[in-house]
């Protein structure tokens, strides 16, 4: 499975973006997905996760009421609708693909990574 993660940008605090992030092969919809984030000098920290079929979510509480995660096995593309965005939340996002949902905050279990998209918020 490729990965490539799409949507960031440079956004004032308050406003929105979405990133995608777009799979190859067939075998999408048998990984769960994930979203992590990496901000200078820091570790990659996971940010949301969601099962395969879509039905299960899971985000980290800095983000929860303000992030969410959605796919569309249909298109191969997972989703990170980001709201209400904070300077802290400048990172590089990046999306995963994991087999296991019980280890989706794990970075070290996912199987594949996209390349990452920049997000910067301004103040």
């Known amino acids: 499975v490729q990965l490539q993660a799409s949507g960031g940008g440079l956004v004032q605090a308050g406003g929105s973006l979405r990133l995608s992030c777009v799979a190859s092969?067939?075998?999408?919809?048998?990984?769960?997905m994930g979203w992590f984030r990496q901000a200078p000098g820091k570790e990659r920290e996971f940010v949301a996760a969601?099962?395969?079929?879509?039905?299960?979510?899971y985000s980290a509480d800095s983000v929860k009421g303000r992030f969410t995660i959605s796919r569309d096995n249909a298109k191969n593309t997972v989703y990170l609708q980001m709201n209400s965005l904070k300077p802290e939340d400048t990172a590089v996002y990046y999306c995963?693909?994991?087999?296991?949902?019980?280890?989706?905050?794990?970075?070290?279990?996912?199987?594949?990574w996209g390349q990452g998209t920049q997000v910067t918020v301004s103040s």
């Open positions: 092969g067939r075998a999408f919809s048998l990984y769960n």
């Open positions: 969601i099962s395969t079929s879509g039905e299960t979510t």
């Open positions: 995963g693909a994991i087999l296991g949902y019980g280890r989706r905050e794990d970075r070290a279990a996912y199987d594949y």
